[in-house]
C-alpha cells in the first residue's frame, strides 16, 4: 500500500465513524506537564497523560504497573495501566506503594479498572515532591515491564515555572504548519510538512523576553513523539524553536481526527486543557494566543487572553488580529516583539 492510499483508508475509516466505540490507542506517547511552585515551595501540575498503545503492548493492558524516572533518576512513584492503555494514580497506601498489581484473568475479563473515585491523572503535591523537580525542563521517562518481560518506555517533560510566569499558546497544524489535515497524518507517515517563514525567528524572540511557548493541538497523544520531534527540528538561521510545554489530545489517532473533522468542535478540548493549566496561577498566565480556525479564537478568548494579542494566521502567512481586524505580518510583529512582548523579570 502507497503512503497516499494509507491517508484515504485512514480518512474513510474516520469518516465512516468507526471511532465510536472501540479501543482505538495503537500508539504509545505521553503530553508533556506544566508544573507551578508557588511562595511557600508548593508544587501543583497539569495531568500526566500517558498511553500505552496496542502496537507496544497487547491486550490485556489493564494492570500494569507504570514506573517513573525523573532526569534519569528512578523516583518512588508509579502509575498504573487501565484497559485503554492510560496510566492512572492509584489509591495509595501509607508507605506511598500502590495497592494494584498486574493480574492476566482480570483484566483479559474486563475487570481490571478500578472505579473512577480511585484513580486519578493529576499527582498530588506529595508524589510532586518526590520527584525532585528542578526549576526548567525536566525529562520524564514512563517504563512498563510487560508480563511477558519486555519493557516499553515513552517520555515527556516536566515544565517546572514561578507561578507569575506568562505564556504564549500556539496550534500547530496550519498555525505552524501551513496545512492542518496535512499535519495530522504526514507526521504519523514519515513525511514532512512546510511552515510559515519568520514563525521560528517570532517564537524564539517571545521567548528571548522570557515568555513560555505552549504548543497546543488536536493530535493525537500517540503522535506526541514525531510532534516534539518536528517542532524542535525547526530553524530559521540563527534561530530554533523554542522548546516549550506540547500538549496533545488524550485520544486516539482516529478520534482526534474524528474530533477536528467530524464533530467539529475541537475547541472543546483546547478550552479544557488551558483551563486545567490556567487554575495552577493565582491569575491568568496567557498573554497572547496564535491559531488558524475560528474554535481557536473561541478557545483564547475563552480563556480571557486580550483579543487584541489573538492572532488568526491564515495561508497566505497574513495574520489578523482577532480584537483589531487589522491583517500584518510576520515581519511586522518581529519588528515589534519587545513592545508587544515587554521583557519579563527572568
Known amino acids: 500500500m502507497t503512503r497516499l492510499s494509507t491517508v484515504f483508508t485512514i480518512c474513510v475509516i474516520v469518516f465512516r465513524g468507526d471511532t465510536a ?25 497539569s495531568p500526566f497523560n500517558v498511553q500505552f498503545g496496542k502496537k507496544d503492548i497487547w491486550l490485556p493492558r489493564s494492570g500494569h504497573v507504570v514506573s517513573l524516572e525523573v532526569n534519569k533518576k528512578d523516583v518512588p512513584v508509579g502509575m498504573v495501566l487501565d484497559s485503554a492503555g492510560q496510566a492512572y494514580f492509584p489509591t495509595l497506601k501509607s508507605d506511598g506503594s500502590s495497592n494494584r498489581q498486574y493480574r492476566f484473568w482480570s483484566a483479559l475479563l474486563g475487570m481490571g479498572n478500578p472505579s473512577p473515585k480511585h484513580r486519578t491523572n493529576s499527582a498530588s503535591l506529595s508524589q510532586l515532591e518526590k520527584l525532585e523537580l528542578q526549576m526548567g525542563p525536566n525529562n520524564i521517562l514512563y517504563r512498563v515491564t510487560t508480563s511477558s518481560g519486555s519493557i516499553v518506555t515513552t517520555t515527556a517533560v516536566i515544565h517546572l515555572m514561578n507561578n507569575t510566569a506568562k505564556m504564549v499558546v500556539s496550534d500547530i497544524d496550519a498555525t505552524v504548519t501551513k496545512s492542518n489535515v496535512r499535519g495530522f497524518l504526514l507526521p504519523a507517515l514519515g513525511l514532512s510538512d512546510w511552515t510559515h517563514e519568520g514563525v521560528v525567528e517570532l517564537y524564539r524572540k517571545i ?15 500517540g503522535q506526541s513523539d514525531m510532534t516534539r520531534d518536528y517542532i524542535y527540528s525547526l530553524t530559521e538561521t540563527p534561530y530554533k524553536m523554542p522548546r516549550g510545554p506540547v500538549l496533545l489530545q488524550v485520544e486516539s489517532l ?23 493549566v490556567k487554575g495552577l496561577f493565582p491569575g491568568n498566565p496567557f498573554v497572547s494566543g496564535f491559531g488558524n480556525n475560528a474554535w481557536d479564537m473561541l478557545a483564547y478568548k475563552a480563556l480571557s487572553i486580550n483579543p487584541d494579542m489573538i492572532f488568526n494566521v ?3 502567512s497574513v495574520l489578523v488580529s482577532e480584537g483589531t481586524g487589522i491583517p500584518t505580518n510576520y515581519t511586522n510583529l518581529i519588528e515589534n516583539t519587545s513592545i508587544m512582548f515587554p521583557a519579563l523579570g527572568v
Not at 466505540?21 to 501540575?45: K, P, Y
Open 21 to 45: 466505540s472501540a479501543d482505538n490507542n495503537f500508539l504509545t506517547g505521553a503530553n508533556d506537564i506544566i508544573a507551578v511552585v508557588d511562595e511557600d515551595g508548593d508544587i501543583q501540575a
Open 207 to 221: 521567548a528571548d523576553q522570557g515568555y513560555h511557548i505552549v504548543y497546543l493541538t488536536n493530535r493525537a497523544i
Open 314 to 316: 491564515q495561508s497566505d
Open 254 to 276: 482516529l478520534g482526534a481526527l474524528q474530533t477536528e473533522v467530524i464533530k467539529g468542535q475541537p475547541e472543546v478540548n483546547k478550552i479544557a486543557a488551558l483551563s486545567r
